[in-house]
């Protein structure tokens, strides 16, 4: 059964501005399915280049390639560069004429191909579902409501209550999301090979894969810990210029994020570090060789908890254009952390992920912090693993998981 992502009111926008519509996103996230689903893209014609014989006759003429249908819908464009400049040809010759451009990479990220589209495309990345946007339930609107100082009621969430360590093992891609452990396992170790067997290779083609796989796993030890490309180098035997590539790499195919410190003037926060965040926890664990959920320890689940909740709000900053970034600060022996800070409008949002079924104030003492600090933080969210809505003071609020 087909469901309707969230994305797609955006993609409807689009296309009445924009001859061009760009959608990426990781392997996997369900762009396929969408464009063969959605009723906006049925009088279009479909191809793909992960097709061999396709990617031959895209690549002997991309001319010829393009001009097949009027509404043309070509997956893993990225595969072959040239089609971008037939596509920016049809175009000007034929105004009316309209192509979605899919792939697992990031277009935006490879120079010659943001150069064909410009001023011609929309972009839009589909991530993996949210756990409300899978159950067909309406975006989470109350988070947008904190943003005037709004709380959401206290009250009992009313919603399937997952295990949290199984639902963070198998992740939240469409194909894990009905599966056994037993099948998310050998879902993400094929889902590892296929990337680096077939993606790899088209955006570096000299990497060594060695190496390359060394740096995905330090870097999956990482999430949500500052790290430096000085300290993955030393700890792989890998020159800190390599490691900067193959962490640009994985961000061109939106299998790693790196989340910016914020800034406060009147504070030192720590600018020569990045978080990281894997694209899913599933894809975490797999690196990682957690084999069943009974391996996650209590610390580990906890890392898998800040992964999920970024990877989830960075799907609503997507769709709502909110900025996000978090805040790491020391003044003498004094060091303040906040997990996630929300950017929206010339306000911000303090956001702490905690894993555990019970909330308290000190859970929330560096989201008051930052709000005493901060006069454009106007409130908190705790993101926690209970079933309660609770209001821990006037201004920050608990919230489950499941509520995103």
């Known amino acids: 059964m087909y469901i309707e992502r969230w994305l797609t009111h955006q993609l409807q926008l689009s296309e009445t501005i924009l001859p061009v519509t760009v959608l990426t996103g990781a392997r996997q996230t369900g762009k396929s399915t969408l464009l063969a689903n959605e009723p906006m893209f049925h009088d279009y014609a479909y191809t793909t280049l992960d097709d061999l014989d396709t990617r031959e006759r895209a690549h002997r003429n991309p001319t010829a390639f393009v001009d097949m249908a009027d509404r043309l819908i070509i997956d893993e464009a990225h595969r072959e560069p040239d089609l971008f400049l037939a596509v920016k040809e049809a175009l000007r010759l034929d105004k009316t004429r309209r192509f979605v451009l899919s792939g697992s990479a990031n277009f935006l990220l490879l120079k010659r191909i943001q150069d064909s589209l410009a001023g011609r495309a929309a972009y839009h990345v589909l991530r993996q579902p949210l756990w409300t946007e899978w159950l067909q339930q309406p ?16 009250s009992s969430v009313i919603s399937p209550e997952p295990d949290l360590r ?24 094929s889902y590892v090979t296929t990337y680096l067997e077939r993606d790899v290779p088209d955006i570096a083609p000299t990497m060594s894969l060695f190496d390359y796989r060394s740096v995905m796993r ?3 030890m990482a999430t949500g810990s500052l790290m430096e490309y000085r300290k993955v180098a030393d700890d792989t035997n890998v020159n800190e210029k390599t490691v900067s590539r193959y962490v640009d790499a994985l961000q061109k195919t939106y299998l790693l994020s790196v989340l910016p410190p ?3 003037t009147d504070t030192t926060s720590v600018r020569a ?4 965040y894997l694209c899913d926890t599933g894809l975490l664990c797999s690196l ?5 959920p009974e391996e996650i320890d209590d610390t580990f689940c906890g890392h898998l908890f800040e992964n999920m909740v970024f990877t989830t709000l960075q799907v609503l900053c997507d769709l709502w254009s909110m900025n996000m970034h978090f805040l790491h600060t020391r003044r003498t022996s004094e060091v303040h952390e906040v997990d996630f800070v929300l950017g929206r409008s010339n306000k911000r949002i303090a956001v702490e992920a905690k894993k555990g079924k019970d909330v308290t104030m000190s859970d929330a003492k560096h989201v ?3 709000m005493d600090k901060d006069p454009l933080c106007i409130s908190g969210i705790v993101i926690y693993g209970g079933p309660m809505i609770k209001h821990l003071t006037r201004h920050i609020v608990a919230v489950p998981w499941t509520m995103l």
């Open 139 to 154: 975006e989470p609107s109350w988070l947008l409501d904190m943003f005037e100082a709004q709380l959401p009621e206290e």
């Open 166 to 189: 199984t639902t963070l093992f198998g992740g939240f891609f469409p194909g894990v999301r009905e599966a056994t452990p037993e099948q998310a396992a050998v879902f993400w170790r």
């Open 218 to 220: 330090r870097v999956a």
């Open 262 to 264: 914020a800034s406060l």
């Open 273 to 276: 570090h990045w978080k990281p």
């Open 288 to 292: 990682l060789e957690i084999r069943n």
């Open 368 to 370: 008051q912090w930052l």
